[in-house]
């Protein structure tokens, strides 16, 4: 059987469909976080703090550098 692009397409929306039912609200979310982690860590660092700014503003970035500047210092102690 060859089945046309359009009813593949079909049968993947259906199929989809069928294990988003499936999933726990704790399974989806530890999808969509590792789709989001998949994805940020192939920014370069220009490239990621931008997009921390654009979403969520420079005091974001700001924050999270010092969080990770501020435990870096303290474990190389």
């Known amino acids: 059987m060859s089945l046309t692009n359009q009813q ?3 049968i993947c929306e259906h199929f989809a469909e069928t294990i988003v039912a499936g ?3 704790q399974e989806m979310e530890q999808y969509i976080y ?3 982690f998949k994805r940020l860590i ?3 660092e220009e490239d990621l703090l931008n997009e921390i700014a654009d979403r969520y503003g420079e005091q974001m970035v700001e924050d999270l550098i ?3 500047t501020t435990r870096d ?4 102690r």
Do not use: K, P, W
């Not at 210092?73 to 190389?76: I, K, L, Q, S, V």
């Open 34 to 36: 590792e789709r989001i």
């Open 8 to 10: 593949l397409d079909t």
């Open 73 to 76: 210092e303290y474990y190389n």
């Open 42 to 44: 192939r920014y370069g």
């Open 66 to 68: 010092r969080l990770v």
């Open 23 to 25: 999933m726990s609200e």
